[in-house]
């Protein structure tokens, strides 16, 4: 198999880089046409060369980037094919009554039940083993399928995989659909996790789960009794909402993780990059695409979240155009946080939404170059939060610019204890899975970065005093302070008073003893143990215990 191949129906004076090869046959990874077979079909090529001012030198160099974009997202994609085994048994709901359908999926081998939705009352299950609840003759019982297609459906319906709703599709249309789905139902992995960096993972009460609240299916559900995620692939439909929502980015997109995405977006210096999810058609888009502008094909469109849009900001040092039809709630948040940012900074907007024609046409006008912003780091291995925050310190610099305020969807402010209650536990620090709150030995004390902080208030739940963790959310703060670890809570070590080991924090020391030096009141010994460490605490007591029975002994 070759690498790029291109089909050529357009212009016959078209001049391509000679790594792409002109064809009208052949196999390749990547093709501009589906004209040709290929591993994946690249329409912005076409959209790009047919619409672009760019020279024809800039459109031949151009275009080449655009193949080696899709290249480098394909070598570190970690997308996962599945096969499963199904059958032809198909459940139609319909109230107008879908005969002639029936009847041609009977004839290719399908065994077809029609029922209306006064009939249906659920369904459940995966493609391949479905079962759906069925209301007839006041009784209700179940039917097993492979597949349920529903002519206008409700929410609850296309929750699992194998449901689809066929309103508007011909009846030639749906047979050939599910001759695709059967007998091997393919799927993909679109989503890969980390626990480690969960906020919802083995909590002791829940404080996330946003990524299961915002899935349209049933792909993302949450085990509450021991808060645990449970991932179904095969009901997900890789549209990534789960992702941009992820506050500390456990959840990665498989088609193009981070360090894919950080990757190509280094191609894309000195470029304007128009972000095209798979779903919008390029074909029939007719407009004047200025010189500069590439289009950066994705394959989804609502995980993208801030930590994307900032990347791409600074990696191609210009404005960014988002062509979609629809915006996730956490892409949204995102776009409104790094808008707020450019305009403090740079007093330009970042990023340009475009849900039509008219509005893409409006934005490329508007869309240029940003003096002084262009800045390329190095991603590799990064968690999202980490990333926006070396991206947003290197804009603030030595400045205080003032506050960013932050949507629902995308969790940022600060943490403060109280000094004087804090006992310096660490319960906090081993509450906090992204290293956000830390402890430094040597000063012994607590310290906190605010610009990697989920702000999931697990460090709150986790504190043993009352009202000494406060979280202030909903806001970035556009100073140097808060991209460093600052100190929070320091204490003195106290010191054993029986060998001089230093053994826990003096207020730690203090606090048990408020609590117990009452009930030890009575008893000396014991109430020493209250100052001792450990090691001297167990040799107190024994030896106390040792001078009451050599003082038996001799009392005869």
Same mark, same amino acid.
């Given at each position: 198999m070759k690498e790029f191949g291109f089909y050529n129906d357009f212009d016959d004076s078209l001049m391509l880089n000679e790594q792409i090869e002109i064809a009208k046959e052949g196999e390749y990874l990547i093709s501009n046409s589906d004209k040709l077979k290929a591993d994946i079909i690249a329409p912005e090529i076409n959209f790009y060369l047919k619409n672009s001012s760019d020279s024809v030198l800039d459109k031949a160099k151009n275009t080449l980037l655009l193949y080696e974009a899709r290249?480098?997202?394909?070598?570190?994609?970690?997308?996962?094919?599945?096969?499963?085994?199904?059958?032809?048994?198909?459940?139609?709901?319909?109230?107008?009554?879908?005969?002639?359908?029936?009847?041609?999926?009977?004839?290719?081998?399908?065994?077809?039940?029609?029922?209306?939705?006064?009939?249906?009352?659920?369904?459940?299950?995966?493609?391949?083993?479905?079962?759906?609840?069925?209301?007839?003759?006041?009784?209700?019982?179940?039917?097993?399928?492979?597949?349920?297609l529903v002519e206008n459906a409700r929410d609850y319906m296309l929750k699992q995989s194998g449901c689809y709703e066929i309103a508007n599709m011909s009846d030639e249309n749906v047979l050939n659909f599910m001759l695709e789905k059967s007998p091997k139902f393919k799927y993909k992995t679109h989503i890969f996790y980390d626990s480690t960096i969960c906020q919802y993972h083995e909590r002791r009460q829940e404080i996330c789960g946003r990524c299961a609240d915002v899935c349209p299916t049933v792909a993302i559900l949450k085990e509450d009794a021991t808060k645990h995620l449970v991932f179904s692939h095969i009901d997900c439909l890789g549209c990534g909402g789960c992702i941009s929502v992820c506050p500390s980015g456990a959840l990665d997109y498989s088609y193009t993780p981070r360090v894919a995405f950080g990757e190509i977006a280094k191609m894309y210096k000195g470029k304007i990059a128009l972000i095209v999810p798979k779903k919008m058609d390029l074909a029939n888009l007719s407009l004047n695409l200025p010189a500069g502008v590439l289009p950066f094909a994705v394959e989804g469109e609502k995980w993208l979240h801030e930590a994307h849009f900032m990347t791409l900001l600074q990696e191609s040092g210009a404005s960014v155009i988002f062509y979609t039809d629809f915006v996730s709630r956490g892409s949204k948040d995102a776009i409104d946080i790094v808008n707020?940012?450019?305009?403090?900074?740079?007093?330009?907007?970042?990023?340009?939404?475009?849900?039509?024609?008219?509005?893409?046409k409006d934005a490329?006008?508007?869309?240029?170059?940003?003096?002084?912003?262009?800045?390329?780091?190095?991603?590799?291995?990064?968690?999202?939060?980490?990333?926006?925050?070396?991206r947003l310190e290197?804009?603030?610099?030595?400045?205080?610019?003032?506050?960013?305020?932050?949507?629902?969807?995308?969790? =940022?402010?600060?943490?403060?204890i109280n000094r004087d209650t804090c006992t310096l536990c660490l319960s906090c620090v081993g509450a906090c899975n992204v290293s956000a709150l830390v402890t430094d030995t040597k000063t012994n004390s607590i310290m906190f970065n605010p610009s990697i902080c989920t702000n999931c208030g697990y460090c709150e739940v986790s504190c043993a005093e009352k009202d000494t963790i406060v979280l202030k959310r909903?806001?970035?703060?556009?100073?140097?302070? =808060?991209?460093?670890?600052?100190?929070?809570?320091?204490?003195?070590?106290?010191?054993?008073?029986e060998c001089g080991k230093e053994f826990a924090t003096k207020k730690a020391v203090e606090k048990i003893a408020s609590i117990m030096g009452p009930k030890f009141a009575s008893d000396p010994i014991k109430h020493k143990t209250l100052y001792c460490c450990a090691d001297c605490k167990a040799k107190v007591m024994v030896q106390a215990q040792i001078e009451m029975m050599q003082k038996d002994i001799f009392n005869g």
């Open positions: 290249a480098h997202g394909f070598d570190l994609a970690r997308d996962v094919e599945h096969e499963k085994e199904v059958g032809k048994n198909v459940v139609i709901v319909s109230n107008t009554g879908r005969e002639k359908l029936a009847e041609i999926l009977k004839e290719n081998g399908f065994k077809v039940i029609e029922i209306t939705h006064f009939e249906m009352k659920f369904v459940y299950g995966a493609a391949g083993e479905l079962s759906v609840i069925m209301l007839r003759e006041n009784d209700e019982f179940e039917v097993d399928c492979d597949f349920l707020q940012i450019y305009e403090i900074k740079f007093a330009r907007k970042a990023v340009y939404v475009a849900m039509n024609e008219k509005e893409l490329l006008s508007k869309a240029t170059l940003i003096e002084g912003s262009q800045h390329s780091i190095a991603e590799y291995a990064m968690p999202k939060r980490e990333i926006f925050a070396k290197w804009l603030v610099g030595d400045e205080n610019l003032g506050v960013v305020k932050t949507g629902e969807n995308i969790s =940022y402010g600060t943490v403060e909903g806001e970035i703060e556009l100073k140097p302070e =808060y991209f460093v670890y600052n100190e929070l809570a320091r204490d003195e070590l106290f010191a054993c008073i």
